[in-house]
């Protein structure tokens, strides 16, 4: 009785009936945020062409799958670079692949979407065998799932995929009653090295503000694009995010939106774009257009801790990468990919390839956990 289905466009698809595959705690894979992608040219022009997979039973929508086509690994943040330059050698093209991912978005959340009333394990079966043959009869090279949740990482396994390990500093919060109580618990020297870093901060001309979707006006958006891109463009990357994505995020989920901005008194000088869910933060995109001593931790982290703790979120992840977060308390924490590559040979390489990775991430997870902040009876 169940209908699987391929689709272009997400507005394809009732908002209601796809937001009803999940339970809302994960702003990434909301209709809103994904249909944004599409409709703002954040897509296309960057080499994601959205091919979602839909499951239908008795007309009602019971499964999707977040899926794209890919002619590069442009936003994935599980890198295969090395990979695909592995593959073209031996003479094979490496692109297109097909992503099951959040574009733009190293974000650990739930890829394998059903409606709570549904068959969970028959329709997550559809959705994987339906994005298998969709990646042979095209002969793509690959087929990867970034990010996943416990849940569908161990689906994925059971389903045959290769498992890739990686890790992320986030911050859990354990009941803190304010900043101070949090700071409490580091160790003298760390914890005076952030309430200086908060000093130079503060002391400065500088005045910091929050704003959810309904509260940041258009020059807010207008000043925040502006930052946002010049980081890229310092970097020599590519802002794919455009001014329009932000605003139609603060007119459809304007209450998943957390705005920090800081001005002085000619105008808006900085600001770092965060999306919240039931119990979590997450920090995605900071940009600046004047430097001020230790303004970034102070935006970046220290007002959207003091956010967390106030909101009593209980996690907050401040995105891919950065050491920096360890000694502001982000502990590093394993995130999940599950492959799969078309040349059987090449499959058997990579597999031992992430044998070797696996076991050296682990070691680099233990070893980062013994230079947290915190005094030795909190770990």
Partial sequence: MMELSYINHLSSVSATQWNGLSDGRNPFV????????????????????????????????????????????????????????????SGRAYYPKLVCSIPYTPATGP???????????????????????????????????????????????????????????????????????????????KRKQIKRERRDAQNSDVEIEILDGYQAQEHHWQAFHQFYSSTFERKSGIPTLS???FQTLAQTMPEAIVLVMAHNSQGYVAGA???????????????CIEHYRHLHFEIC????????IAQKLQRFEAGAQGEHKLSRGFIPTPTW????????????????????????????IEDLKTHAPFKQKSL
């Fill in 301 to 308: 982290y220290y007002q959207t801790l003091e956010y967390c």
């Fill in 243 to 245: 001014l329009a994505f």
């Fill in 337 to 364: 990919s599950a492959h799969w590559l078309a040349d059987k040979p090449f499959s058997q390489l990579i597999q031992g390839f992430l044998q070797h990775e696996t076991k050296a991430m682990l070691s680099d």
């Fill in 273 to 287: 774009f965060n999306l919240r869910g039931t119990d979590a933060l997450y920090g995605r995109h900071y940009g």
């Fill in 30 to 89: 909301q209709h809103a945020f994904l249909n944004a992608l599409e409709t703002c040219d954040c897509l296309h022009p960057f080499g994601w062409q959205p091919l979602h997979i839909v499951v239908h039973e008795h007309d009602q929508l019971v499964g999707a799958l977040p899926l794209y086509i890919k002619s590069n690994s442009y936003g994935e943040f599980v890198f295969d670079w090395a990979w695909a330059s592995a593959y073209e050698r």
């Fill in 111 to 189: 890829r394998l979407l059903v409606h709570p009333e549904a068959d969970q394990h028959t329709v997550k079966q559809w959705l994987v065998q339906g994005a298998l043959q969709m990646a042979q009869q095209q002969k793509l090279s690959s087929l990867h799932y970034l990010f996943t949740n416990q849940e569908d990482t161990d689906f994925l396994r059971e389903s045959g995929l290769m498992l890739r390990l990686g890790y992320q500093f986030h911050w859990d919060n354990a009941d803190y009653r304010d900043f101070d109580h949090y700071l409490e618990q580091f160790t003298s020297k």
